[in-house]
């Protein structure tokens, strides 16, 4: 399984950025998707989970501007930002977690966010 998520970059204080993560290994069906975010000294976050019954959670410092989604025929799940803030700094990761005899979790590579005035 591998997970590679790419589309960070250097945004402007109220503007958009689309983050994408491709999903190789064939669970991306079975899974549930969501992307994390961290923020130079402090924890790991989670920012929105897709899950593979179909339902949506949000963090609250973005619910509104942010928007997760998944595209079964490519294997990707999307996370669009939008009216982006400075706090949406921090490097972004991808997980996928399912479940057979026990729970797997995967991580992609981590793509950077900077958000600036």
């Known amino acids: 399984v591998q997970l590679q998520a790419s589309g960070g970059g250097l945004v402007q204080t109220g503007g958009s950025l689309r983050l994408s993560c491709l999903v190789s290994g064939g669970i991306f069906v079975i899974a549930d998707m969501a992307w994390y975010r961290q923020a130079p000294g402090k924890q790991r976050e989670l920012v929105a989970r897709?899950?593979?019954?179909?339902?949506?959670d949000y963090a609250d410092s973005v619910k509104g501007r942010f928007t997760v989604s998944r595209d079964y025929a490519k294997k990707t799940v999307y996370l669009q930002g939008n009216s982006l803030k400075l706090e949406d700094t921090g490097v972004y990761y991808c997980?996928?977690?399912?479940?057979?005899?026990?729970?797997?979790?995967?991580w992609g590579q981590g793509t950077q966010v900077t958000v600036s005035s």
């Open positions: 897709y899950s593979s019954g179909g339902r949506t």
């Open positions: 997980n996928a977690r399912y479940r057979d005899t026990m729970t797997r979790n995967y």
